[in-house]
């Protein structure tokens, strides 16, 4: 019997990684599009798991016609998250006209599916949640914008094409090898962590293996064609909820301080000012302050409806894998 080949992009990330290496452990024939510059530092890691690296780079068209041709679906994961000193020109290219032109490779391809990875930032602060797919639609920065305007890209090309295009829109990533909530980890448990504001907004977490569960479901079932879903983790808890579970967890005192929001917005909003025309990273920035004051619960029924999508990793398990994963690699 024939293996269904998969094409993955951003395997070299760590959402993209995971969905390559579990599709080909669930013995998919698994292409990754590595740009040239990567290919390197993690051609020897894909292949270890089965993976054909093919270089690309996103913006070319020419290699994005190689690595599509033969397909059977693509999981379209790469994306330019939040850089300093890039034009709103360069994350368009990437987040949005990248992807109508992957998808068009694909139909060329011959593949049935394109399964393309958004996220609910563009929804931005969640007022009434838990939000569904069908919430008020507002992006808060140019990667939120430039990511709904790549959902709009990909469902015009899949109507042009005829290929069946699915949206998803993951919740906060998280597990071992994650770097983006790493410091809300590292800062728990080593007793550092100090929450702007009351700590009563909502944070919805999607553990990888759940996420990669979920992608894998929208590739192959057929209710998926052409719809959009939500992918989270089965609970939702506040900010000072999870803080305080991270820290039983971590078995270290739950930390309390709370400060104001408002001085460190500002200092993030002068920082960029300062920062962006010189191409540095800030120290502090304005949308990470939003991680404190923006609500994000989600509501994933249409998933669990019709895919039968169902997350099978608790919040508290999920944390100690993960906890478990940056103590043996000492990144804690």
Known sequence: MRRTVALVTGATGFTGGHVARGL???????RALVRPKKVSDTSDTLRRSGITVVPGDLRDRG?????????????????????????TETYRA????AVGDLIEAAARGGARRVVHCSTVGVHGDVEGPPANEDAPLKPGDVYQETKLE???????AGARTGVGVTIVRPTGIYGPGDRRLLRLFRGVARRRWVTLGRGEIYYH????DDLVEGFRLCGEHSAAANRTYILAGGEVTTLNALV???????????????????????????????????GIEPPIY???????????AFDIARARRELGYAPQIGLREGIARTLTWYRDHEWI
């Open 24 to 30: 080909a452990a669930r013995g998919y024939d698994v």
């Open 63 to 87: 290699a994005l016609a190689d690595a599509a041709a033969g397909v059977d679906v693509v999981y379209h994961i790469a994306a330019i998250y939040r850089q300093a000193g890039l034009s």
């Open 94 to 97: 990437v987040n949005a006209t």
């Open 150 to 156: 790549g959902e709009r890209v990909a469902r015009e």
């Open 205 to 208: 977490l999607t553990y990888i």
């Open 244 to 278: 305080a579970l991270i820290a039983d967890v971590a078995a270290v005192r739950a930390p309390r301080l709370h400060l104001p929001v408002w001085p460190f917005w500002i200092a993030g909003a002068a920082c960029e000012a300062l920062c962006a025309p010189l």
């Open 286 to 296: 304005r949308r990470r302050v939003d991680f404190f004051t923006k609500s994000r």
